[in-house]
Nanobody
């Protein structure tokens, strides 16, 4: 089963940007569908975006065009570029294999604060 390590989180000011990384233990382009999720304090995990093995991406409406998911097959790494961040984006961010279903990793904390 493929495992992921998320990184790139940190403290960012409102209006700032961050790019998160998701390093896979196996060939990332073989994963049927990979998703980025987040869990804000006191809430459940929420899907943000997905990418298929063909490279097709889809986004949840609430990302409002601020998030971009990409993948570097040579590095077996997926990325989530986030722009114009606000306090509501404060959360732990995770990547996960959706198909086939995979385990959750440790996530990476993103804190948006002045």
């Amino acid at each position: 089963q493929v495992h992921f390590v998320e990184s790139g989180g940190g403290l960012v000011h409102p209006g700032g940007s961050l790019t998160l990384s998701c390093a896979a233990s196996e060939k990332i382009s073989d994963i049927g569908a990979l998703g980025w999720f987040r869990q804000a304090p006191g809430e459940g995990r929420r899907l943000l975006a997905t990418i298929t093995n063909r490279g097709d991406t889809s986004y949840e409406d609430f990302t409002r065009g601020r998030f971009t998911l990409s993948r570097d097959d040579a590095k077996n790494t997926a990325y989530l570029e986030m722009r114009n961040l606000g306090p509501d984006d404060t959360a732990v961010y995770y990547c996960k294999s959706i198909f086939p279903n995979g385990d959750w990793g440790q996530g990476t904390q993103v804190t948006v604060s002045a």
